[in-house]
């Protein structure tokens, strides 16, 4: 039973992360209007911006953060001026095919530049554990754990006030709501949709400095299979709802290291996936209360 706990523990620290993946994703899809895949690599390229500061500056949790977060912020501008910027009027195919052509160069500049071998990223956070008596069991916290949970509601927190509470914000849920009717009320449209894309890839970015502080490793071709789970997790949540698309990466968290605790660890993806799949035959708009619904 203990084990479970722990498998549980495990799940809701995974899926956390999944979590803040698919908030940022969830933003580039509801302010550009366009499915991207190109964010796994974003994910990549913030990992690697965290661990060269690592590398300058030691072991600072909050500058190798801001590094990430910076990092996959300028790579969004990037990635908005060639792939989203100039197709907003063209079939919608053209930018996917943008985004999948990015991806593919994104994913080889890193092999070349960064080197194609992991990276190790350890003694970051003390390997400390917090047992906890519930019900004459014991539960093993990780420090780290703590700490991942707790940046991803602080983060999540962060961008819910942003959205509501400033100026910025408010401009971003209406372009991500009414494009036109922005523009007629004089909002700066392709601006706005720039910051929306730039904050969701930052997003991604502190996501992927996560993933590598959980796995203790960086490497180049992290972000292919993450950027699936980012998908799927935003699909969850009907794609462009914030809170539902959260809880669809929390759940396949737990799902996945749950359904692990039965069998064998390759079987993790079958497990995510296989839910996914489950979802979206019973209940095709997924967790939300109807399909494209905004925050």
């Known amino acids: 039973m203990e084990y479970i706990l722990s498998q549980l523990m495990n799940g809701l620290c995974q899926g956390a992360i999944y979590a803040l993946m698919a908030i940022g994703y969830s933003v580039i899809v509801g302010v550009v209007g366009m499915v991207t895949f190109t964010y796994g690599e ?5 990992a690697f911006g965290a661990y060269y500061t690592f590398l300058l500056v030691g072991n600072n949790l909050l500058v190798m953060i801001l590094a990430a977060f910076a990092a996959s912020f300028l790579i969004g501008i990037v990635v908005y001026k060639v792939c989203y910027e100039r197709f907003f009027n063209a079939p919608r195919h053209i930018s996917l095919l943008c985004t ?5 160069l994104a994913k080889n500049l890193a092999q070349i530049v960064f080197g194609p071998d992991t990276k190790p990223l350890q003694g970051i956070i ?7 008596n519930l019900f004459g069991l014991t539960l093993q916290i990780k420090l780290l754990q703590i700490i991942i949970i707790v940046l991803v509601v602080v983060l999540a927190l962060a961008l819910t006030l942003f959205f509501n509470r400033t100026k910025w914000g408010v401009m ?14 004089g909002i700066n449209v392709k601006r706005v949709t ?19 502080i ?3 490793v960086v490497y180049p ?16 949540g009907g794609l462009v709802d914030l809170r539902f698309s959260a809880l669809g990466g929390l759940t396949i968290g737990v799902i996945e290291n749950m359904g692990i605790s039965f069998s064998s660890a390759s079987f993790r993806d079958i ?25």
Do not use: H, W
């Open 271 to 295: 497990f995510a996936f296989g839910f996914l799949i489950l979802v979206l035959v019973l209940r095709p708009q997924g967790f939300a209360t109807k399909r494209g619904s905004r925050v």
């Open 172 to 185: 971003l849920r209406a372009v991500s709501q009414n494009r036109e009717a922005s523009y007629l009320v």
């Open 100 to 104: 999948i052509g990015f991806s593919i």
């Open 194 to 212: 720039m910051m929306g894309s730039c904050i969701g890839c930052a997003f991604g970015g502190v996501a992927g400095i996560l993933l590598a």
């Open 221 to 236: 071709t992290m972000g292919a299979a993450y950027s699936i789970k980012a998908f799927s997790s935003s699909v969850l």
């Open 42 to 46: 974003i994910m990549m390229i913030g």
């Open 214 to 216: 959980n796995y203790f």
């Open 126 to 132: 003390d390997n400390r554990i917090f047992p906890i």
